[in-house]
């Protein structure tokens, strides 16, 4: 079977850095994706690790080791309006199929 | 440029009752996918369409489900024989190709509620 494990909340307090894991078991791994949902939204795309290593895009980073089937999503200066749940998703191959995670609730106080 | 669209937004039917969900992806873009969430969970796939076809269907759960993409644009979800477990909320995405790495742009979805 396929399993992603995330937390299932967070909670971080405004102007301040969260790290979201993302540890997975498939049966196969191309890539890892973030994406962001707003309650009631859209996903939207945040970002992709293909190799090993850190991606940056903006305020947000993406992290991912291979060997240790693990990657990690970063926020940096936290805004309100980044509350929201964040999902893993893992390619198994180089097509189309993502396999999500249940996602991670990020809740920021004031 | 428009986004990916959905319609209807929300669908309640009767469990036994014929439903169909459109998609309008973004133009040019030949990936379109189609998902389920249900609350608390992350999007499940159903199916992927390259172009005009149906370039993998395992995620579709039975036969009461299909999915039609006849112009390679506009695709169709159908649900034959609603049950009350259909009920969820039923994303579209769409993509410019087929690679992982290629971003997949969600439409708003539709809440599908079967009583």
């Known amino acids: 079977g396929q399993s992603l494990e995330q937390p299932s909340e967070v909670t971080a307090v405004e102007g301040a850095i969260v790290q979201i894991n993302c540890t997975y078991q498939?049966?196969?791994?191309?890539?890892l994706s973030w994406y962001q949902q707003h309650d009631g939204g859209a996903p939207t795309f945040l970002s992709y690790n293909g190799l090993d290593g850190l991606e940056e895009t903006g305020r947000f980073s993406s992290f991912l080791s291979r060997s240790d089937s693990y990657g990690y999503l970063l926020l940096q200066e936290l805004q309100m309006k980044d509350s929201a749940s964040y999902f893993c998703a893992v390619g198994l191959d180089s097509n189309y199929q993502l396999i999500w995670g249940a996602g991670t609730k990020l809740i920021i106080k004031p | 440029g428009a986004g990916v669209s959905q319609t209807p937004s929300n669908k309640v039917t009767e469990k036994g009752k014929y439903v169909e969900l459109r998609c309008d992806p973004i133009s040019g873009h030949t990936a379109l996918y189609w998902y389920r969430q249900s609350l608390g969970q992350g999007p499940e796939f159903l199916i992927y369409f390259q172009g005009t076809g149906a370039a993998d269907d395992s995620g579709l759960p039975n036969d009461r489900f299909f999915a039609v993409r006849p112009e390679g644009s506009v695709s169709t979800l159908k649900i034959q024989r609603t049950e009350r477990g259909d009920s969820a909320v039923y994303l579209c995405?769409?993509?410019?190709?087929?690679?992982?790495?290629?971003?997949?742009?969600f439409g708003p979805g539709t809440r599908l509620t079967v009583l």
């Open positions: 995405a769409s993509s410019p190709g087929t690679r992982i790495s290629n971003e997949q742009f």
């Open positions: 498939t049966s196969g791994f191309y890539g």
